[in-house]
Structures are given as C-alpha cells and as structure tokens.
C-alpha cells in the first residue's frame, strides 16, 4: 500500500493531514484476514480536530449550493451529518435494506461474494436536490455508486462525494469520476 497522502483543500491548515494520520488507527486482519482497517474513530473522539476534518470535508462544496448531503451506513452518518451542518443543508441516511422506518426505495449492488442494497426514504431527497455524498471511507466505490444511483431516481443531483479517506489503489475513484471525488487524505 502507498503512504501518498493528499489534501483536497489548500492552504489554510497546514498541520490537518499530520494531525488526522496521527490519530487514525490501522488494524490489521479487519474483518477478515489481509484487510488492514483504517478505524477513524480515534480521530472523532478528539473534538477540535473532528471539527477541522469536518470544516475540511465541506470546504471544495461551499459555493456550490448543496441542499442535501446523504451518508452512508454507518461511518458516513458520523462525517456526513456535521458535514451537512457545516453547509447549511439537510441530512439524509443511506441505510442497510429494513432499517428505516417509513416508505423507501433500494438499491441492489454487487459485492465481492453476493449482493447487498441500500435504502433511503422515498422523500429524502426532492427533485432538483443538489446532494453531496459523504462517507469516510472511498475503496471500490459500489456503496457510493448505489447511493449515488438512489439520489438520481429520486430526482437529485449528485454534485460530489467527500470521503476522509480515499484508497488509491482500489477503483473507487474512477469509478464515481475522478473530477467528481474529494478525499482528505489519499493512500
């Protein structure tokens, strides 16, 4: 794996990307054997630094007139609600298929052994949203593709994705349109 870092926003706070990659956690063999897990909790437990990360996730999207922000479950409800806060717009969950309680619509997408969906309510989002997807992390991009396949049948538009953590390596990034992907640090 690569150690190339790369801040999507310049400038103004010079030490984040040290300060973030301090408190982000590898642990290897998670969940299974040959993952190594990059656990960010650490990070939300410090509230100066969550709230720089934050500042830095919402900062390439001011401007841009987002009205929605849609995170994924479960890391993506922890960066995407503050992140949607920080722009002033309104927060949706992605949820497991079952989880959410009122009239939804899914989304199926391929895994690397079987299949799994996504749901969001059927008014999470409205015609002519401009919703910005977060989560913290990026890898092959099928969760974010779903999510983002979602917010079009309901009508948005998906104007970006804002990720913590972007894995390089993997095709997420291409996968969703590189011109599209912000990520706070790249690996």
Do not use: W
């Not at 939300?44 to 919402?58: I, K, S």
């Not at 401007?63 to 995407?80: Q, W």
């Amino acid at each position: 794996m690569s150690n190339k870092s790369s801040l999507f926003v310049p400038g103004h706070d010079s030490t984040l990307l040290e300060d973030v990659k301090a408190r982000i956690r590898d642990v290897p063999d998670f969940p299974k054997p040959g993952i190594l897990f990059k656990d960010v909790t650490p990070l939300l437990a410090d509230p100066h630094l969550f709230g720089r990360v934050v500042n830095a996730m919402a900062a390439p999207f001011r401007g841009r007139h987002i009205t929605r922000v849609v995170g994924m479950e479960a890391r993506g409800f922890l960066v995407g609600a503050p992140v949607a806060l920080a722009l002033h717009a309104g927060f949706a969950p992605a949820r497991k298929p079952g989880k959410l309680p009122y009239k939804t619509v899914t989304e199926r997408y391929a895994l690397e052994y079987g299949d799994d969906g996504l749901q969001l309510h059927e008014d999470a989002v409205s015609s002519g949203d401009r919703v910005l997807i977060v989560d913290d992390l990026l890898a092959t991009g099928g969760t974010a593709e779903a999510t983002a396949k979602l917010v079009t049948r309901l009508g948005g538009e998906v104007v970006g994705f804002s990720f913590l953590i972007s894995l390089d390596f993997l095709p997420g990034r291409e996968r969703l349109g590189p011109e599209k992907v912000c990520a706070l640090l790249s690996y």
